[in-house]
């Protein structure tokens, strides 16, 4: 399985607190069968806002001690880029870190916790046509979508992607987001599946026990998909089918 949100680098944000947590994460990760894990540190936001050099020191020492410790997880690097109207203004100047090495772009972004701005939609499409094409984070945690799932199928509609957290599948997260995300998948509006885990303990990686749920609430096809087939294209640098 491929994870393509997860907080593994070590001591940069509000994920793995030091090396050894981090490379902790990547073993629960390998125990549960994701053998790819995408580092998301937090980029761009009014709190967290880790910058490109310290993300690639972190990436550059955890997949050192990660080989050298023998796990078999390959680790990636992009970043969770938080929503801001300037995000187009961000791509042009080559500041947002984006999904693989070329082709097309993907870029995940992470509305406020609170809600989703009024102009997302016109942000998001303008962000496009930078060329960086959007991945919305875990929208079903998102407050404004509880009641209308169906604005955030809307946003896929325009061509965004959709995450939805493995956690929410599992009750892991409130009532709230775990309804809204079945929601999404009775739209067929969930793109993917990850983790955006934090701790070993709190938060810990693994898609698992997410992909069976997702297997009853969106078909047998489905756990393939939203865990290997779109996250590779996404890392591949092409469209997903």
């Known amino acids: 399985m491929i994870d393509l949100h997860a907080h593994v680098l070590p001591g940069v ?7 050894a947590e981090a490379l902790d994460m990547l073993r629960l990760a390998a ?4 053998r790819v894990v995408c580092a998301t540190p937090h980029s761009h936001g009014p709190d967290l806002d880790v910058p490109a050099e310290k993300a690639d020191a972190a990436f550059a020492a955890l997949s050192a001690a990660a080989r050298e410790a023998g796990i078999a997880v390959e680790v990636r690097l992009a970043a969770e880029n ?3 109207p300037d995000l187009p203004a961000l791509a042009r100047e080559g500041r947002l ?3 693989g090495a070329g082709g097309r772009r993907w870029a995940l972004v992470e509305f406020p916790p609170t ?3 009024a102009e997302a939609a016109e942000t998001l499409f303008a962000l496009r046509l930078e060329g960086v094409h959007p991945v919305v984070a875990h929208p079903e945690r998102n407050p404004s979508f509880w009641a209308r799932p169906e604005a955030a199928a809307a946003l896929r509609d325009q061509g965004a992607l959709l995450q939805v957290t493995a956690g929410s ?3 892991l997260f409130r009532k709230e987001s775990r309804d809204c995300a079945k929601a999404l998948f009775r739209l067929g509006a969930v793109d993917l599946l990850a983790s955006d885990a934090h701790r070993r303990d709190r938060r810990p ?3 698992d026990e997410a992909r069976k749920v997702a297997a009853k609430w969106g078909g047998s096809k489905a756990p393939e998909r939203l865990t290997e087939a779109v996250p590779d294209a996404i890392l591949r640098g092409t469209d997903p089918a």
């Open 13 to 19: 944000d509000d994920g793995a607190r030091d090396l």
């Open 31 to 34: 125990e549960k069968g994701t």
């Open 82 to 84: 938080w929503y801001r």
């Open 97 to 99: 870190r984006t999904y």
């Open 115 to 117: 809600h989703v701005p």
């Open 169 to 171: 599948l599992t009750g």
């Open 205 to 207: 990686p693994g898609l």
